[in-house]
Structure formats: C-alpha cells, structure tokens
C-alpha cells in the first residue's frame, strides 16, 4: 500500500496514526476487491476530487444565484488546469486572475444573468479550492482500509491550491499541488517517471501515424506530469528548507537513489522532448490548415515541457547542496526561548470571535508592528530583515524613476563610514551584552562618529543586525536577491562573529524611542548557559541624539 496517497503527516515524529476501528475478520471469499493492497489507494485518489464534489452540493443550496445555473466542477478543474499552465513561469496566476478567467466563464454560461453574480460565482470557486471555509487548513478525510485482519480508518489530507509569495512581482500568486494535478487528470498515484515514458511512446506514435487530435491531448498530459514531477522534488526541498529533521530519515535512505533516477530521467526527456517537437515541426508545412494549426500548439507544449525540464534539471543538480547547507545553518541555530504558539488555534480562532469594534484596533496595531507601511503580501521577518540592511543599488540612468517623498529624519540607506564605524562599535562590546547596551555604545560614540544623526543610524544598524541573529533567514525564494542576505550575513559576523545568535528573555527595551524586547546577543550559543543575564541599559547619557517617541519611536522586536 502507498502510505504517501494517505497523509503528509504521517512523515512527521507528531503525526496521527490509522484511526483502529477494528471488528470482526473481513470474510476473504466474500470482498475479494476490498482487500486488494491497492484498494485503499485507489479510494485515496478518488477522496482528491472530494473538494470539487463537496462545492457541488454547497453551491446547490446556495441562494446567491439559481439552481444548474453554473458548473462549478467545470469551474475548479479549468482554474487548475490554468494555474498549472504557467506554474513555475514569470506569470503566474494571481487570485484576482483567477477571478476574472471564471467571471469570464460564468458569463458566457449564463449571460443573462447581472455581473455580480458572476464575481460570486468565481469567488466561490476560489475559496472551494483554498478551502477558506477552513481558514485554508488541508482537507482532511477518513477513508476505510480493509485487510483479513479486519478494518482500520486512515487520513488522507492533502490542498488542491494554494497561495505563494512572487516578490519579484510584489504580488502573491495561486500553485497547483500534485494533489491538484492528480484530481485534474484523474489518476492514481503512479510513477511519474514510468508515466512519462509511456505517454510519450504514446505521442511519438500518434505523430507517426498522423494522429495530430488525440497527440495534443498526450503532448499537454506530458506537461501536467513534468509539472508533477517539479512539484514532487519542490516539495521535498522546501521540506528541508524548512524543518531538516522532519526529512532526514528520506535523504538518509531514499533521496540520493531518487536524485540520481531523476537526473537521468530528465536528461533522456530533453533528448526525446527535442525529438518529438522536431517531430511535430514537420507537419507545420502540411497544406491542411488543421493539421498545422495542431501540429504547432504540440509543438509550443513540448517546448514548454523542454523549459520545464531544463529548469527541474538545475533544481535536481544543486538539491544535494541545498541539503548541506540547511544541515549547517540548522545545526547551529539557537533554539527558540519562548513558548511555542499556535497561531491559527492560539491566537487567530480567538481573534475572529471578537466583535467588530474590539477587533479592528487589534489588527490595525498588529499590522503596524509586524509588517510596517508597506508590506509584503506574506510577511516574513527574515526577509524583511534582510530588506532593511540591503544597500541601496545605484539607478539606471535610462529608467523613468518615481519620486517619492521620503521623511528626512529616517534615510533610506546607511553610508559606508557609518556602517564601518558600527562594525568597530559592536566589535568593542563585550559580548553577551543586551541590545541597549549595543545602542548607547553607538549613540556615544563622537570620536568615531561626529554626526548625531550618523549615530541614530549606527544604533539602527547594529539593532537591526541583532534582530536579524534572533531570526536568521537564507532566502529561500529564488526570485529574492542573493545579495541581500549575504549583506545580513557579512555584518553579523563582522560584528558579533560567525556563530553569533540573540535570544529573548522577556526584558523590554525601555530606551527613550525605543521599544520592544531588549535581546541578549551572544557570540556562540554556550553564553546563554550564564545564569546572570546581562544588565539591561535604560537611560541614555547627556548629549546623546535621541529619535522622537510615540508612533515614529523605534520597535526592535
């Protein structure tokens, strides 16, 4: 049996185990289907449509619109079928593209029918595949696994779609899982790579022998599996970006096989993709308009594939690398000093039970604290850390360039005398030492720097650097500026050292404009073993600038 068709969790130390439901001895002459190993895989694959069919039924009791007026089946496997499309490319879909293409379709459906209709409609399909109606949690299903030793329920959870950060673009955009791409081509979990080999027989012949209908149908059937295929290795580095340990047991034992098997896959479907679409090339001189019009849409899909590839191949050559370098950066990360806390379940279900009027200040103060005047669309604290060190590039002399108003007593940049001299600053204090004491040290510094206001953003600096130690981030987006973080991490260890990390003990940092937690920075982890903590500082000397309080004071965590 495929434990893989089953839960993601089951991969985890805390997953759940099969619920036992256990009776009686299931009859063998009387079932013979029901216990074939591969029964419950195929309910599993089945249990991926759920979603869809659950929509169904909601949209049927749904009073926003007439009964079998939309279907919104047709709907959700359209929209996958277009955020796989141009998955992985520099236009991905957006929530508001998605939007509009099923408007588009509910419009054409029923276009008797006001506008505003058609925006429900599609907004409803949307939420169906986010699963919003669970705050975007996974689907989970119980499904029933039979064996001669009688009956066990197992979880199968899984997403269909979901929301992806594209900062290159400042925008956040929808991806198809391989749970997605499954429920799109209706099939069961089989090998990609078999499948792969075998569609592509399938289309070499179907070119031979001129059959340009069902090739195109097997040409765009060879680019939802090269898209599975990514997703499947995607999934597994993202995994160990993001916890090692949930994943060591598979790159101990399965991965490295896996990795050679995939780069030699990939390497013959180039060889073949290239041939099929030299294939499909010859046809472009038939004299039959059809035939040409197919013969080039087969051909512009196997070019994609061969992108696709390309791309997965350079995914697949530095995954090793990828895996050494998240063992070095979480070997040696602090462990966290604070309570964990469930976000959704601790924080967010209690929020969303309070009235209006005592939730709205709540959000609009979280949002300044966390995100600033201009956030992302998916926070991150490690790359907006990252952000706030990088180095202004100089502007194109060729590119319009937008004048914004910016306020004189914040500079956008840090000079690069101020950032040597905060180096010399922070390398002088001994450490472990609180992030107040960092602060005085730079804000009294007049023989190294004159300038009050190049004090203020030496104090920034070196806060901004100690916050960045308490939650290092290597830039795990590939379209994010590698510069960026190899700024974060030059200045780190530049001035605290190349084990250095900050930690929280509850203390506040009371510095007159300033605020939030007054970090300990420690050199190596060993420090924090000190049962005395450092002393915090809480008043600044005489004639040391000071930044204004209140809404334009400094808040460091």
């Known amino acids: ?74 709907f959700a496997l359209a929209l ?14 957006t929530p508001e593209e998605a939007t509009a293409y099923i408007m588009a379709l509910a419009a054409a459906a029923a276009p008797q029918r006001p506008p505003d209709e058609f925006a429900k409609a599609a907004q409803f399909t ?63 979990e089989f090998d990609v790579a078999d499948e792969q080999v075998a569609n592509e027989a399938m289309l070499e012949r179907q070119l031979a022998r001129g059959a340009f209908a069902a090739a195109e149908m097997a040409a765009v059937k060879h680019r939802v599996l090269s898209i599975k295929l990514t997703e499947q290795i995607q999934s597994v580095l993202n995994d160990t ?15 490295p096989a896996r990795l050679d098997e995939a780069r030699q896959h990939i390497l013959d479907r180039l060889s073949i ?22 013969a080039a849409r087969i ?56 009235p209006s009027v005592l939730a709205q200040p709540l959000a609009e103060q979280l949002l300044v604290h966390i995100t600033g005047p201009r956030p992302p669309r998916l926070p991150d604290l490690g790359r907006l850390v990252n952000e706030l060190l990088d180095v202004r590039r100089p502007e194109s002399p060729t590119e319009p360039t937008e004048i914004e108003e910016v306020d004189d007593r914040e ?45 203020l953003q030496a104090a920034d600096l070196v806060a901004l650097v100690a916050l960045w130690c308490f939650a290092p981030s290597d830039s795990p987006n590939e379209d994010e500026s590698s510069n960026t973080s190899q700024i974060s991490v030059e200045l780190a260890t530049a001035m605290f050292g190349d084990q250095a990390l900050s930690g929280a003990d509850g203390t506040a940092l009371v510095l007159p404009g300033w605020s939030g937690d007054d970090l300990i ?29 209140g809404p334009r004071a400094r808040k460091v965590s």
Not at 280 to 294: F, G, M, N
């Open 1 to 74: 049996m495929n434990e893989a068709l089953f839960t993601e969790e089951l991969l985890g130390d805390n997953a759940p185990g099969p619920v036992d439901r256990s009776g009686p001895a299931i009859p063998t002459h009387s079932a013979v289907a029901v216990l074939d190993p591969s029964f419950a895989d195929r309910v599993a694959a089945l249990t991926r449509s759920r979603p869809i069919i659950d929509g169904l039924r909601t949209a049927a009791s749904y009073q926003a619109w007439p009964d079998n007026c939309y279907d919104i089946a047709t």
């Open 80 to 93: 996958i079928d277009l955020v796989i499309s141009r998955q992985g490319f520099e236009d991905e879909v």
């Open 299 to 354: 051909s512009n899909t196997l070019d994609d594939c061969f992108r696709r590839h390309q791309a997965l191949l350079n995914k697949v050559i530095g995954a090793r690398q990828v895996f050494f370098d998240e063992q070095d950066r979480q070997s040696f990360r602090a462990p966290s000093l604070g309570i964990s806390v469930d976000m959704l379940e601790d924080v967010f279900d209690p929020f969303w039970a309070l």
């Open 521 to 549: 920075v420690a050199a190596h982890v060993d420090q924090f073993a000190n049962p005395a903590a450092p002393v915090s500082t809480t008043t600044l000397p005489a004639g040391a600038p000071t930044r204004p309080t």
């Open 411 to 455: 500079p956008q940049t840090v000079p690069a005398h101020v950032r040597e001299a905060s180096v010399a600053i922070a390398t002088a204090v001994a450490l472990p030492a609180r992030t107040s004491t960092l602060i005085v040290a730079c804000l009294t510094a007049e023989t190294v720097l004159p300038d009050p206001a190049d004090r």
């Open 241 to 255: 970006r993001r916890d090692l340990r949930a994943v060591l047991q598979m790159w101990e034992v399965e991965m």
């Open 273 to 294: 993709e290239r041939r099929l679409a030299a294939k499909a090339r010859e046809s472009l001189e038939s004299e039959d308009s059809t035939v040409r019009s197919a």
């Open 126 to 188: 949307v939420d169906v595949l986010l699963n919003r109606a669970e705050h975007g949690r996974k689907f989970n299903y119980l499904i029933s696994d039979y064996t001669p030793n009688g009956h066990v329920q197992r979880q199968v959870t899984f997403r269909l779609l979901q929301l992806k950060d594209d900062p290159a673009r400042g925008v956040t955009v929808l991806n198809a899982t391989a749970d997605a791409i499954n429920a799109l081509v209706g099939g069961l």
